[in-house]
């Protein structure tokens, strides 16, 4: 039969992550933190796992979670959310991701996304009849030009997927960023799907969450990603902001796709938020300390640095090194020779410009950055 989604294969995590582990090189492809979570979190899932609370949660989440959750964006974005009738806790954010655009997304439908993008994006928006349509993002910061965006906009025009802190450029929105969007979704029915997993990894500025903006939020899902968060990226829990009407749509789907996620994970959460509520606040010093660590470490290279405002991730420039090989040939190399595992940029894009970006993830114990800094400074 014909391929639903003919343009996807194996995504690039997957690839980088196994040819890593077949070539013991040290794994900065795929985004996920290799030092452990906190460990009074770890003590209240075994908690929940040794006492009886093995059976389904609620489909839209276990209630605390979905209070501490409505707690959090009312003091950092200053929003009033319903934890009742507008969150729900779901299977990471990709679930989330999916759910939302299968919500709302119909046949014909255009969904502006940019690129570098995300890779889950495109593929929900195809298997729901809907068109991506693909801006770029400016270089060399990878800001949005907002006049590209108006001159998108048609009356086939169904959403907006924005994600920041921005995966792979570690590119952050601005209050400047916020009031154009502001502008141009005015009076139209434009919703936005706003992938804010990386909210607590911002290094510039407080994290311009679309919750700040009554206007916008009223017409958005708001995505995050406890993963991202608490060093669990295994757990796969993640939740969708969106008001009521777009909640009671988001949830017809989700109970569909997994009805609940997984229930003592949520429990012990739930505690370990209400315990330490101070926990996010110290992400942003932690990690801006990694990056700096790490681009300290490779200034003897012939990398360079594309500076990093959020996420855990850091662009490198490699045109010094292997100017006329591609970025997927290069990333391939990097991990087979030197033992460095990175992903490449350009399937981010729809239509990759000339440019020679890999990307690394220094969400990493100091040695492991320093091991792996001292194998690429040898290039
Ligand atoms: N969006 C972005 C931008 C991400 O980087 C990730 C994590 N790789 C996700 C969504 C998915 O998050 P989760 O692992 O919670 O499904
Ligand atoms: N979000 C992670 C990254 O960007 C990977 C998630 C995945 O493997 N699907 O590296």
Redesign the pocket.
């Known amino acids: 039969p014909a391929s639903k989604l003919p343009k996807v294969t194996t995504t690039i ?1 997957t690839e980088m992550s196994q040819l890593a582990t077949e070539h013991g090189a040290i794994n900065l492809s795929q ?1 996920f933190p290799d030092f452990e979570a906190p460990l009074a979190l770890l003590d209240r899932v075994t908690y929940y796992l040794e006492n009886g609370f093995n059976q389904y949660a609620p489909m839209t989440g276990v209630a605390g979670l979905r209070n501490a959750i409505a707690m959090k964006v009312a003091k950092l974005y200053g929003a009033e959310v319903d934890p009742e009738s507008e969150i729900t806790v779901t ?5 989330a ?1 999916f759910a939302a655009i299968g919500a709302v997304v119909c046949a014909g439908d255009e969904v502006i996304v940019f690129d570098p993008a ?1 890779d ?1 994006y495109e593929p929900a928006i195809e298997l729901n009849g809907g068109k991506a349509v693909h801006l770029t993002l400016r270089q060399p910061d990878f800001s949005i030009d907002w006049l590209q965006v108006a001159q998108a906009i048609s009356p086939k025009t169904r959403m907006i997927i924005l ?1 920041s802190p ?2 792979p450029t570690g590119a952050v929105l601005s209050e400047g960023d916020l009031d154009q969007l502001e502008m141009l979704v005015k009076g139209t029915n434009i919703l936005l799907l706003s ?1 804010e ?2 909210e607590h990894i911002c290094f510039k500025g407080p994290h311009q969450s679309v919750l700040r903006r009554p206007a916008l939020a009223k017409r958005a899902f708001v ?1 995050s ?4 968060t608490y060093h669990t ?1 295994g757990w ?3 939740y969708c902001i969106a008001p009521n009407v777009l909640s009671v749509e988001f949830r017809k789907l989700h109970q569909y796709l997994t009805f609940c996620t997984v229930h003592p994970i949520q429990l012990a959460l739930t505690d370990f938020i209400n315990d330490y509520p101070e926990h996010y606040l110290e992400l942003p010093t932690f990690y801006r300390q990694k990056r700096d660590l790490f681009c300290e470490l490779m200034k003897t290279s012939r990398f360079s640095c594309i500076p990093s405002e959020g ?1 855990y991730f850091q662009l490198m420039d490699y045109s010094e090194i292997a100017p006329e090989m591609d970025d997927l040939t290069f990333a391939r190399w990097l991990t087979t020779e030197i033992g460095v595992a990175a992903i490449p940029v350009s399937v981010f894009y729809e239509s990759a410009p000339e440019q020679r970006l890999v990307r690394f993830c220094f969400a990493k114990d100091d040695e492991t950055l320093k091991q792996a800094a001292e194998k690429l400074c040898k290039i």
């Open positions: 995590f985004g299977s990471g954010a990709t679930e991701l995300y889950s994600n921005h995966n992938d997993v990386y995505v990603s406890f993963g991202k990226t796969k829990v993640g996420t």
